[in-house]
């Protein structure tokens, strides 16, 4: 029986006489792919796995465990839908964002380099307690953010594309009247047009001295030499899950500016996140099999 749909990993449970083929997106695709219907792509694999989708025939839909999908969307052929992992990476970039806050917070970096030379040295730090946080991009993962900053007592301000005055929720254009109030600023934007470039010179320049910028969205969304002036001189501070360009070039000077915290973007690729992306596939094969209607469709 030819593939009906492409797994990335072999423990998806898949309905009951739906022939499988397995693509975990390192070396070469399985053969004989030309009836497949369902691709779910390999998550984290790099440019490779997308290439596929042109490449099978019978496909009709294209399973996304990334929440942003903004580079897929122009491969689709005409009339395959694209659904996204959303929800997925919600408690494990929420996580991760709140490790930055504390890291820069609590300047961790200085405390893990006193440790390699076995210095005992003491002195008290800033808090996340009582920091007045803005929020920017205030979907799904904003809302996971907000709740464990609420849980720290923070003070939080959302933001996000439109202003919703009903859910307390600010448009991105009050930016200018909001970045001047902010200890603590948290980009969880997408790259799109409207985003690019949207924390630039201007804005970084009307945060308080000593605020901290951290992005776990795209990295497009900050001018990074803008970014690199601003940390460099020691006004601002930086947590960075993404960045512009990314990878980060290993003599980029950021990588080495006190005050600015980076990794690679890992955010959303806890372990909490493979269970769930395994049971999220299952049960769109599930649906995509009975004929109903599948979830986080994006496009068309």
């Known amino acids: ?24 997106g390192a070396g070469s695709p399985p053969d004989d ?4 219907e369902f691709y779910v792509l390999p998550y984290d694999r790099g440019p490779e796995p997308p290439k596929l989708i042109k490449e099978l025939p019978s496909l009709r839909v294209v399973q996304s465990l990334s929440a942003g999908v903004e580079a897929l969307v122009p491969l689709l052929p005409a009339g395959v ?8 990476h919600d408690l494990s970039v929420a996580e991760h964002a709140l490790a930055l806050i504390h890291a820069a917070q609590r300047d961790l970096p200085r405390w893990f380099a006193q440790q390699t030379r076995g210095e005992w040295v003491r002195e008290h730090t800033r808090s996340l307690a009582d920091s007045r946080v803005l929020l920017v991009g205030y979907g799904a993962i904003g809302q996971a953010i907000e709740r464990q900053l609420v849980a720290a007592e923070a003070v939080v301000t959302r933001v996000a594309s439109r202003a919703r005055p009903d859910a307390g929720v600010h448009g991105v254009g009050e930016l200018a009247e909001l970045l001047p109030q902010a200890d603590i600023v948290v980009l969880i934007l997408p790259d799109t047009p409207a ?3 949207l924390i630039g010179a201007e804005q970084l320049a009307a945060l308080p001295d000593d605020a901290l910028l951290v992005n776990v969205g795209r990295g497009t969304a900050v001018d990074t030499d803008a970014l690199l002036a601003e940390t460099r001189s020691g006004r601002l501070r930086a947590g960075l899950d993404v960045v512009d360009p990314e990878p980060l070039p290993a ?10 915290v980076i990794t690679p973007h890992i955010a959303g690729g806890s372990a909490s996140f493979y269970p769930r992306a395994k049971k999220l596939a299952a049960e769109q094969l599930r649906r995509y099999v009975r004929g109903e209607e599948l979830l986080n469709v994006v496009a068309p």
């Open 195 to 197: 985003t690019r470039g």
């Open 81 to 88: 839908r694209l659904a996204n992992g959303r929800g997925l």
């Open 251 to 260: 003599d980029h000077p950021l990588w080495t500016v006190p005050g600015v």
């Open 1 to 24: 029986m030819s593939a009906r749909v492409l797994l990335p990993w072999t423990d998806i449970e898949v309905p009951e006489g739906i022939a499988a083929a397995y693509y975990d």
């Open 33 to 36: 792919l030309d009836q497949v």
